[in-house]
């Protein structure tokens, strides 16, 4: 069975950085994309970073673009999602998700290529 578990999650204030992490048991994370969303009070969950692979292959929003990366530690079964220079609008519960490899993926933001979420991490920007 495949259990996604994130984590990192905290108070910190604008300009600050966080290190969120995503650690899979039951599947061997490097063989699948993985892609972090978030979502705030009220509003619809976005897509945020995907890695298609260890090959290096990313993907980013344009609002994170320049400030967040998203990276991999095979020997860990781990994905991180570094965000810097944060913003009160980077507040959200942020979920890691991954498919289960029967489909190539086509629109790696859309929550309908996924097929296993973690239960998510708050992370909350402010002063």
């Known amino acids: 069975q495949v259990h996604l578990v994130e984590s990192g999650g905290d108070l910190v204030q604008p300009g600050g950085s966080l290190r969120l992490s995503c650690t899979a048991s039951?599947?061997?994370?490097?063989?699948?994309?993985v892609t972090w969303f978030r979502q705030a009070p009220g509003k619809a969950r976005e897509g945020v970073a995907c890695t298609r692979s260890s090959d290096g292959s990313t993907y980013y929003a344009d609002f994170v673009k320049g400030r967040f990366t998203i990276s991999r530690d095979n020997a860990k079964n781990t994905v991180y999602l570094q965000m810097n220079s944060l913003k009160p609008e980077d507040t959200a519960v942020y979920y890691c998700a991954t498919n289960d490899g029967s489909r190539r993926l086509s629109i790696w933001y859309s929550e309908y290529e996924y097929d296993y979420w973690g239960q998510g991490t708050q992370v909350t920007v402010s002063s």
């Open positions: 039951g599947v061997t994370l490097d063989a699948y994309a």
